[in-house]
């Protein structure tokens, strides 16, 4: 069971995610506070505007990604058919989340789908699917929404070193309008705030 104990006023506006129970490789809850995390999130780089980074979530159908196996949760749909969903959406980051030292070379730049789920009481586990080749020379736009397309437009490989992207981030949920990625390299957390 997850929940929220604290009393202060900052913990009790956190979203408590309650109930969960196994269901083959997927954990499933009755509940859909994932729902408030529903939108676009930005970190500003006030010093390099084109390396902000975004995050962008949506509820999906867990059948439409493939080897799904992570949280869900049902909710009605608008036949009023019990359905399965989970969040999941895009990430718009740059090398800089997996270099602990960028010398002499500018960053690459990637789009990669993203799962979501709890974890603990305070917090999102946010995974990232892309490897190497998913990096490129130049920030993607938002109306962009992967490699292949990113590419097609003109953007190159970035071929500076090879480096996987392929990770779990962690963020620390402050409200549901900011959430707080944790720097696993010595760096700076960085807050990303919901934009819409």
């Known amino acids: 069971m997850i929940s929220c104990k604290k009393e202060n006023k900052e913990v009790l506006d956190?979203?408590?995610?309650?109930?969960?129970?196994?269901?083959k490789d997927k954990i499933s809850s009755n509940n859909d506070q994932l729902t408030d995390f529903v939108g676009l999130y930005?970190?500003?780089?006030?010093?390099?505007?084109?390396?902000?980074?975004?995050?962008?979530?949506?509820t999906v159908d867990p059948k439409s990604i493939a080897n799904f196996e992570g949280y869900v949760w049902e909710e009605k749909n608008e036949k009023g058919e019990v359905v399965?969903?989970?969040?999941?959406?895009?990430?718009?980051?740059?090398?800089?989340?997996?270099?602990e030292v960028r010398e002499g070379y500018a960053p690459g730049f990637f789009v990669a789908n993203v799962q979501v789920e709890p974890f603990?009481?305070?917090?999102?586990?946010?995974?990232?699917d892309g490897d190497s080749s998913d990096i490129l020379e130049n920030p993607v736009p938002l109306s962009i929404i992967s490699t292949k397309e990113a590419l097609a437009k003109g953007n190159k490989t970035w071929e500076v070193t090879e480096m996987d992207i392929m990770r779990e981030l962690?963020?620390?949920?402050?409200?549901?309008?900011?959430?707080i990625l944790k720097s696993d390299l010595g760096s700076d957390d960085k807050t990303f705030s919901k934009t819409k």
Not at 42 to 58: C, G, I, Q, R, T
């Open 84 to 99: 399965e969903q989970t969040l999941a959406g895009l990430l718009y980051g740059n090398t800089d989340l997996f270099d």
């Open 170 to 179: 962690i963020f620390e949920i402050k409200n549901s309008n900011e959430l």
């Open 14 to 23: 956190k979203p408590v995610i309650k109930t969960q129970k196994v269901i």
């Open 120 to 128: 603990h009481n305070d917090a999102l586990r946010v995974s990232i």
């Open 42 to 58: 930005e970190y500003e780089d006030k010093d390099n505007p084109k390396e902000s980074l975004f995050l962008v979530l949506k």
